[in-house]
Protein backbone atom coordinates (compact mmCIF):
# COMPACT_ATOMS: atom_id res chain seq x y z
CA UNK A 1 0.00 0.00 0.00
CA UNK A 2 1.28 3.33 -1.00
CA UNK A 3 0.42 7.01 0.21
CA UNK A 4 -0.88 7.93 -2.48
CA UNK A 5 -3.61 4.77 -2.10
CA UNK A 6 -3.89 6.59 1.24
CA UNK A 7 -5.02 10.04 -0.36
CA UNK A 8 -7.34 8.78 -3.26
CA UNK A 9 -9.05 6.43 -0.74
CA UNK A 10 -9.77 9.72 1.61
CA UNK A 11 -10.77 12.01 -1.31
CA UNK A 12 -13.02 9.77 -2.35
CA UNK A 13 -14.68 8.83 1.09
CA UNK A 14 -14.93 12.59 2.24
CA UNK A 15 -16.57 13.56 -1.00
CA UNK A 16 -18.82 10.44 -1.07
CA UNK A 17 -18.71 10.62 -5.37
CA UNK A 18 -16.26 9.37 -7.41
CA UNK A 19 -16.49 11.76 -9.92
CA UNK A 20 -16.06 15.09 -7.64
CA UNK A 21 -12.90 13.13 -5.94
CA UNK A 22 -11.16 12.87 -9.26
CA UNK A 23 -11.72 16.16 -10.04
CA UNK A 24 -10.21 17.72 -6.20
CA UNK A 25 -7.23 15.42 -7.17
CA UNK A 26 -6.70 16.45 -10.55
CA UNK A 27 -6.86 12.95 -12.34
CA UNK A 28 -9.52 11.22 -14.16
CA UNK A 29 -12.14 9.14 -12.82
CA UNK A 30 -11.29 5.29 -14.21
CA UNK A 31 -7.39 5.47 -12.97
CA UNK A 32 -9.14 6.52 -9.80
CA UNK A 33 -11.59 3.62 -9.28
CA UNK A 34 -8.79 1.29 -10.34
CA UNK A 35 -6.82 2.08 -7.26
CA UNK A 36 -9.92 1.94 -5.11
CA UNK A 37 -10.26 -1.72 -5.94
CA UNK A 38 -6.45 -2.01 -5.72
CA UNK A 39 -6.49 -0.83 -2.21
CA UNK A 40 -9.28 -3.51 -1.29
CA UNK A 41 -7.09 -6.03 -2.86
CA UNK A 42 -4.29 -5.24 -0.90
CA UNK A 43 -6.14 -5.25 2.47
CA UNK A 44 -8.74 -7.96 1.66
CA UNK A 45 -11.75 -6.17 2.70
CA UNK A 46 -14.08 -4.05 1.43
CA UNK A 47 -14.18 -0.25 2.83
CA UNK A 48 -17.24 1.15 0.79
CA UNK A 49 -20.83 -0.22 0.96
CA UNK A 50 -21.48 -1.68 -2.81
CA UNK A 51 -24.08 0.38 -5.15
CA UNK A 52 -24.32 2.93 -2.47
CA UNK A 53 -25.67 6.33 -3.80
CA UNK A 54 -24.29 8.91 -2.35
CA UNK A 55 -21.09 6.12 -1.42
CA UNK A 56 -21.38 4.79 1.99
CA UNK A 57 -18.04 3.77 4.24
CA UNK A 58 -18.34 0.32 5.73
CA UNK A 59 -17.96 -0.19 9.08
CA UNK A 60 -14.24 -1.37 8.58
CA UNK A 61 -13.68 1.93 5.81
CA UNK A 62 -15.07 4.13 8.66
CA UNK A 63 -11.90 2.40 11.08
CA UNK A 64 -9.45 2.87 7.60
CA UNK A 65 -10.66 6.36 7.51
CA UNK A 66 -9.94 7.84 10.52
CA UNK A 67 -6.36 6.08 10.55
CA UNK A 68 -5.39 7.51 7.02
CA UNK A 69 -6.51 10.99 8.12
CA UNK A 70 -4.04 10.67 10.84
CA UNK A 71 -1.67 9.59 8.63
CA UNK A 72 -1.50 11.68 5.83
CA UNK A 73 -1.59 14.73 8.48
CA UNK A 74 1.30 13.25 9.93
CA UNK A 75 2.98 12.92 6.91
CA UNK A 76 2.53 16.42 6.21
CA UNK A 77 4.05 17.61 9.17
CA UNK A 78 6.78 15.21 8.63
CA UNK A 79 7.49 17.66 4.71
CA UNK A 80 7.12 20.79 6.63
CA UNK A 81 9.53 19.95 9.95
CA UNK A 82 12.54 18.29 7.48
CA UNK A 83 11.97 21.22 4.86
CA UNK A 84 12.11 23.61 7.68
CA UNK A 85 15.54 21.93 9.43
CA UNK A 86 17.06 21.63 6.34
CA UNK A 87 16.64 24.93 4.31
CA UNK A 88 17.34 27.57 6.77
CA UNK A 89 20.58 27.43 8.94
CA UNK A 90 21.68 30.48 10.13
CA UNK A 91 17.89 32.30 11.03
CA UNK A 92 16.10 31.68 14.08
CA UNK A 93 12.27 32.40 15.22
CA UNK A 94 11.66 32.56 18.25
CA UNK A 95 8.01 31.69 20.72
CA UNK A 96 7.53 33.45 23.98
CA UNK A 97 4.61 33.90 26.36
CA UNK A 98 4.07 37.25 27.67
CA UNK A 99 5.02 36.72 31.24
CA UNK A 100 8.65 35.78 30.00
CA UNK A 101 9.45 38.84 28.99
CA UNK A 102 9.84 39.84 32.87
CA UNK A 103 11.93 37.30 33.47
CA UNK A 104 15.54 36.87 31.46
CA UNK A 105 14.20 36.47 28.06
CA UNK A 106 14.97 39.92 26.81
CA UNK A 107 18.77 39.44 28.15
CA UNK A 108 19.02 35.68 26.51
CA UNK A 109 17.93 37.69 22.93
CA UNK A 110 20.60 40.84 23.41
CA UNK A 111 23.24 38.35 24.31
CA UNK A 112 22.50 36.02 21.72
CA UNK A 113 22.48 38.61 19.12
CA UNK A 114 25.56 39.52 20.35
CA UNK A 115 27.29 36.60 20.17
CA UNK A 116 25.79 35.60 17.04
CA UNK A 117 25.56 38.74 14.84
CA UNK A 118 25.41 36.77 11.90
CA UNK A 119 22.02 34.68 12.60
CA UNK A 120 18.56 36.78 12.04
CA UNK A 121 16.43 36.61 14.76
CA UNK A 122 13.00 36.93 15.24
CA UNK A 123 10.41 36.78 18.11
CA UNK A 124 6.37 36.43 18.15
CA UNK A 125 4.52 36.03 21.20
CA UNK A 126 2.20 33.24 21.07
CA UNK A 127 0.50 30.93 23.61
CA UNK A 128 2.70 27.40 24.73
CA UNK A 129 -0.36 25.86 22.86
CA UNK A 130 0.20 27.78 19.48
CA UNK A 131 4.12 27.14 20.21
CA UNK A 132 3.47 23.86 19.61
CA UNK A 133 1.83 24.29 16.12
CA UNK A 134 4.01 26.85 15.21
CA UNK A 135 6.95 24.56 16.04
CA UNK A 136 5.64 21.43 13.80
CA UNK A 137 4.77 24.11 10.71
CA UNK A 138 8.15 25.49 11.12
CA UNK A 139 6.90 28.84 11.76
CA UNK A 140 9.63 28.90 14.75
CA UNK A 141 12.39 27.13 15.88
CA UNK A 142 12.02 27.37 19.99
CA UNK A 143 9.09 28.01 22.41
CA UNK A 144 9.60 29.33 25.62
CA UNK A 145 6.33 28.48 27.61
CA UNK A 146 5.44 27.17 30.89
CA UNK A 147 2.53 24.49 30.00
CA UNK A 148 3.66 20.70 30.06
CA UNK A 149 2.14 19.46 27.11
CA UNK A 150 3.13 16.17 25.50
CA UNK A 151 4.09 15.60 22.00
CA UNK A 152 6.00 12.70 19.90
CA UNK A 153 7.17 15.34 18.13
CA UNK A 154 8.45 18.29 20.39
CA UNK A 155 11.33 17.89 22.76
CA UNK A 156 10.90 19.61 25.58
CA UNK A 157 13.43 21.07 28.27
CA UNK A 158 12.21 22.28 31.52
CA UNK A 159 14.66 25.24 32.34
CA UNK A 160 13.39 26.34 36.05
CA UNK A 161 10.69 26.03 38.43
CA UNK A 162 9.84 29.74 39.12
CA UNK A 163 8.06 30.52 41.98
CA UNK A 164 4.69 32.11 41.75
CA UNK A 165 3.58 35.06 43.70
CA UNK A 166 0.15 37.21 44.95
CA UNK A 167 -0.27 40.66 43.54
CA UNK A 168 -2.36 42.95 45.54
CA UNK A 169 -3.97 46.11 45.23
CA UNK A 170 -1.63 48.31 46.74
CA UNK A 171 -2.73 49.03 50.48
CA UNK A 172 -4.92 45.50 50.66
CA UNK A 173 -4.98 44.43 54.36
CA UNK A 174 -3.27 40.96 53.36
CA UNK A 175 -0.46 42.75 51.55
CA UNK A 176 0.25 44.75 54.90
CA UNK A 177 -1.42 43.88 57.98
CA UNK A 178 0.08 40.01 58.47
CA UNK A 179 2.18 37.58 56.49
CA UNK A 180 0.19 35.98 54.27
CA UNK A 181 1.16 32.58 54.44
CA UNK A 182 -0.89 30.25 52.36
CA UNK A 183 -3.46 30.36 49.47
CA UNK A 184 -5.89 28.95 51.99
CA UNK A 185 -5.76 32.49 53.00
CA UNK A 186 -6.58 34.14 49.54
CA UNK A 187 -9.63 31.89 49.18
CA UNK A 188 -11.91 34.93 49.47
CA UNK A 189 -11.10 37.18 47.47
CA UNK A 190 -11.94 37.59 43.90
CA UNK A 191 -9.35 35.81 42.07
CA UNK A 192 -8.05 36.91 38.26
CA UNK A 193 -6.71 34.64 36.16
CA UNK A 194 -5.11 34.69 32.66
CA UNK A 195 -4.74 34.13 29.79
CA UNK A 196 -8.61 33.24 29.10
CA UNK A 197 -7.80 31.22 25.76
CA UNK A 198 -5.95 29.20 24.60
CA UNK A 199 -6.57 26.25 27.53
CA UNK A 200 -4.62 24.40 29.08
CA UNK A 201 -2.71 27.85 30.11
CA UNK A 202 -1.06 29.32 33.15
CA UNK A 203 -4.54 29.91 34.04
CA UNK A 204 -5.33 26.63 34.34
CA UNK A 205 -2.21 26.04 36.80
CA UNK A 206 -3.18 29.04 39.27
CA UNK A 207 -6.29 27.12 39.24
CA UNK A 208 -4.66 23.61 39.67
CA UNK A 209 -2.61 25.11 42.77
CA UNK A 210 -5.62 25.62 44.49
CA UNK A 211 -7.36 22.80 43.18
CA UNK A 212 -4.47 20.40 44.84
CA UNK A 213 -4.45 22.06 48.19
CA UNK A 214 -8.30 21.72 48.26
CA UNK A 215 -9.08 24.89 47.69
CA UNK A 216 -11.66 27.04 45.87
CA UNK A 217 -11.45 30.45 45.23
CA UNK A 218 -14.89 32.42 45.92
CA UNK A 219 -15.01 34.26 42.69
CA UNK A 220 -12.80 33.76 39.37
CA UNK A 221 -11.98 36.89 37.01
CA UNK A 222 -10.55 35.32 33.51
CA UNK A 223 -8.79 37.68 31.56
CA UNK A 224 -6.87 37.99 28.30
CA UNK A 225 -3.54 38.59 29.65
CA UNK A 226 -1.13 39.62 32.46
CA UNK A 227 -1.16 43.19 32.06
CA UNK A 228 -5.16 43.49 32.08
CA UNK A 229 -4.45 40.79 35.35
CA UNK A 230 -2.13 43.65 37.08
CA UNK A 231 -4.47 47.01 35.76
CA UNK A 232 -7.41 44.94 37.38
CA UNK A 233 -5.36 44.39 40.36
CA UNK A 234 -4.46 48.15 40.68
CA UNK A 235 -8.06 48.94 40.54
CA UNK A 236 -9.19 47.01 43.42
CA UNK A 237 -10.96 44.25 41.41
CA UNK A 238 -9.28 41.14 42.82
CA UNK A 239 -5.97 39.76 43.37
CA UNK A 240 -3.78 37.67 40.87
CA UNK A 241 -0.90 35.01 41.27
CA UNK A 242 2.08 35.66 39.14
CA UNK A 243 5.48 34.67 38.34
CA UNK A 244 7.96 36.04 40.57
CA UNK A 245 9.70 37.58 37.86
CA UNK A 246 6.85 40.35 37.67
CA UNK A 247 8.41 41.63 40.46
CA UNK A 248 10.58 43.38 38.15
CA UNK A 249 7.40 45.33 37.07
CA UNK A 250 7.58 48.31 39.40
CA UNK A 251 3.90 49.45 40.06
CA UNK A 252 2.99 52.02 42.73
CA UNK A 253 -0.62 50.63 43.15
CA UNK A 254 0.24 46.96 43.27
CA UNK A 255 2.17 45.31 46.30
CA UNK A 256 3.48 41.68 45.52
CA UNK A 257 3.75 39.18 48.29
CA UNK A 258 5.28 35.90 48.52
CA UNK A 259 3.69 32.64 49.51
CA UNK A 260 5.17 30.39 52.69
CA UNK A 261 4.70 27.56 49.86
CA UNK A 262 8.03 26.35 48.09
CA UNK A 263 5.82 23.95 46.04
CA UNK A 264 3.81 26.90 45.01
CA UNK A 265 5.94 27.48 41.26
CA UNK A 266 5.89 27.32 37.41
CA UNK A 267 7.92 25.92 35.20
CA UNK A 268 10.06 28.01 32.28
CA UNK A 269 9.98 25.68 29.54
CA UNK A 270 11.79 25.87 25.90
CA UNK A 271 10.12 23.61 23.37
CA UNK A 272 11.74 22.66 20.15
CA UNK A 273 11.18 20.39 17.18
CA UNK A 274 12.45 16.35 18.29
CA UNK A 275 15.86 15.95 16.80
CA UNK A 276 16.54 19.41 15.69
CA UNK A 277 19.96 19.42 17.08
CA UNK A 278 20.82 23.07 15.31
CA UNK A 279 24.21 24.61 16.65
CA UNK A 280 22.20 27.37 16.72
CA UNK A 281 19.13 25.66 19.34
CA UNK A 282 21.98 24.13 21.21
CA UNK A 283 23.84 27.76 21.15
CA UNK A 284 20.72 28.91 22.84
CA UNK A 285 20.49 26.79 25.35
CA UNK A 286 23.94 26.84 26.37
CA UNK A 287 24.00 30.70 27.26
CA UNK A 288 20.86 30.46 29.29
CA UNK A 289 22.23 28.10 31.71
CA UNK A 290 25.38 30.56 31.44
CA UNK A 291 23.61 33.32 32.18
CA UNK A 292 21.70 31.23 35.03
CA UNK A 293 25.11 30.72 36.46
CA UNK A 294 25.97 33.95 36.34
CA UNK A 295 22.87 35.45 37.90
CA UNK A 296 23.01 32.60 40.98
CA UNK A 297 19.14 31.86 39.14
CA UNK A 298 18.28 28.03 40.58
CA UNK A 299 17.65 26.38 37.60
CA UNK A 300 16.68 22.49 36.63
CA UNK A 301 19.78 20.17 36.32
CA UNK A 302 20.51 19.94 32.58
CA UNK A 303 19.76 15.88 31.03
CA UNK A 304 20.96 16.60 27.87
CA UNK A 305 17.27 14.79 26.77
CA UNK A 306 14.24 16.18 26.44
CA UNK A 307 12.24 15.89 30.01
C1 LIG B 1 13.82 32.66 32.43
O1 LIG B 1 13.36 33.69 32.96
O2 LIG B 1 14.40 31.78 33.09
C2 LIG B 1 13.66 32.49 30.96
C3 LIG B 1 12.77 33.30 30.27
C4 LIG B 1 12.65 33.12 28.90
C5 LIG B 1 13.38 32.16 28.24
C6 LIG B 1 14.24 31.35 28.95
C7 LIG B 1 14.39 31.51 30.30
Redesign the pocket.
Known sequence: MELRHLRYFVAVAEERNFTRAAQRLHIAQPPLSRQIQQLEEILGVQLFERNSRPLKLTETGKFFYAHAVQLLAQTSELESMTRRVGNIERSMSVG?VAS??????PK?IRRFRDENPTVELSLHEMSTTDQIRALKDGRIDVG?GRIRLEDSNIRRVV??E?KMIVAFPAGHPLSIAKPVSALRDLVNETLIIYPKTPRPSYADQVLAAFQDRGLKPRKIYEVREIQIALGLVAAGEGISIVPS?VYGLKRDDVSYKELDDPTLVSP?I?SMRAMDESRDINEMLDL?YR??EEAQ?P?VARTGKGQ
Not at 100 to 105: A, E, Q, R, S
Open positions: FTLYGLLIFLRESIMILYIF
